[in-house]
């Protein structure tokens, strides 16, 4: 089996879930797995970690040029990698850094690229994958036809397995050229401490039929209990009810937990084209003809006024 | 400023999705097209920048004859003129190689399309399209404003944002809330009839994909109703039947 070459991203010091699953995803592929991740913030030890996922060897571009995402600077270092570790896959969970990073690796190593991939490869016969397409409403069964390989895997598409061990952590020089920097990332604005809603296994979602950005705390207080995110409806974040960041949908995050709760939602095919990798829906709705029940695998017709904080009693009740 | 806003020709996002041909083909029977949504936020922004600073607006497709009601809309929400490579998209790479050869030496300042197409939601052309020009692709995008010859950005990162300034020109793959989405008035639309749209073959015939074939996913099963009075029964079922909580 080919080398494979696998992008990790951290936050805050800590390699995300996400990127452990594209590792996950790579040791299922065989062969022997080289991550490569970037910055001072994230330690040495976190890096050996990654042994325990199934890397056997992690390259460190441990400079702080490279703590903020530059898109650019990341590819070429990343193409640069992929050739000096003769790596014919390069494997990367679909982010908001993986994807515009990896469009521009492709060009560079002359690379298939396919992001959204759901499944593990079929190499019986070619290269084929798995992808998501029309927002989760459909899949594409494609080939990829060059020598090298890039997969931007959808969150799930591979279950982290602890399976022991340790990484051993190489410095790698940044190669970038300074024009790679041309970006100023001159802010970031990032919610810390809080469950962050794409990358959430559980999720309780408003809509309209709250009323109003006041009655948020039972949402919240639900979401608290369960150690869940908060999510809600299109048009309860373009009235300002709550944040962008927070609008699930076909325009707003695709979200993929295990669990999503949906709270005075009807369920238009919009909003259902962002929830729809959810692996169960709960929809709690006064309207027992709202199309979201349709999508749901379990179901409470009643005023989520009554019904919510109920369910956030009995949820602490049986934790 | 010389503006190129890239869009697609995508089922609406009510349409039923199902395939024919074998499930190698959209079965575009009764579908309506409307241009991307992301697209269609890159072209309302678009014309926000050519009202406030003058210049034009090139619209591009890639697509059939087909994809032309789609452009002229475009045109009739502010676009000066159109473009339409002749072809049927086959993947990112291929796509993105076609708007490289048009944008290349034509001195566009920014280049907008929409943070991915809603059909195959790749993500990918705005930053190949970069990387081909040998120019920023900063995506996905917030909010564009231009200063002067930088433009000052709001990039979506999970769970927030960051702000960034970079000198154009530059490729950038929008989302909301960069700009409301505009509705054609009557005189956008007569005026759409007569303004330029230019036909180019395809010349690059690039792509890294083939299409094997489409699935849909299996059907859900029923939904299980609770009684709202029996909200224990639904954290027992959490608990115990999906192991979730």
Redesign the interface.
Known sequence: MSSILVFVES?EGQIKKTSLEAVAYAKGMGGDVTTIAFGTEVSDSELQGLGNYGASKVLHVKDDRYN??V??AY?SVIADAMNKEGADVLVLAN???G??????V???VD??????VTELPDTSAGF?VKR???????????????DKKILAIKKNAAEVKEVGGTATVEAFAGSAADSDF??????????TG?I????AE?VVSGGRGLKGPENWGMIEELAKV?GAATGCSKPVSDMDWRP??E?VG???VKVSP??YIAVGISGA??HL?GV?SS??I??INKDPEAPF???????????AF??IP??TE??K??K | MKILVCITHV?D??SR?A?TDGDKKFDANGVQFIIG??DDYALARAVELKEQSGGSITVLNVGGAETEPTLRKALAIGADDAIRINAEPT???FV?SEIAHVAKDAGYDLILMGRES???????????V???LGI?????V?TLDIDGDTAKMA?????????????MPLVA?C???IAEWKIPNMRGIMSARTKPLNVVEPSQNQ???????????PA??A??????DN??E??????ND?K??
């Open positions: 936050a903020k995402g898109i650019q590819a982010s908001s850094l994807n515009p990073v990896s469009a521009r492709a060009v560079k690379a298939s690229l396919v992001s959204n084929k998501s397409i029309y927002t989760g409403k459909a899949f594409a069964n494609v080939e990829l036809t060059k041309s970006t100023n990332i001159t802010k970031t604005e990032k919610a809080e962050l809603l794409p990358e559980l369960l962008h960041h609008h076909q325009t707003g295990q669990l095919i919009q084209a729809n692996k169960n709960v929809v029940f349709k999508a749901a695998d379990y179901g409470i017709v009643g005023d009554e019904v109920k369910l009995a949820i009740a049986a | 089922p996002t009510t999705i395939f949504p992301y993947d990112s790479l993105a809603i059909d195959f939601n790749g993500g990918m052309v705005h930053g190949m970069g990387e081909i920023p692709s900063i995506s996905p917030m990039r979506e990162i999970e769970g927030g944002k960051e702000m960034l300034e970079v000198k793959g989302q909301e809330p792509s890294g994909t083939t299409l094997d074939k489409f699935e849909l996913p859900k099963g939904v299980k109703m609770v009684d709202a909200v224990a639904l954290v027992n079922l959490l608990k999906a979730v909580i």
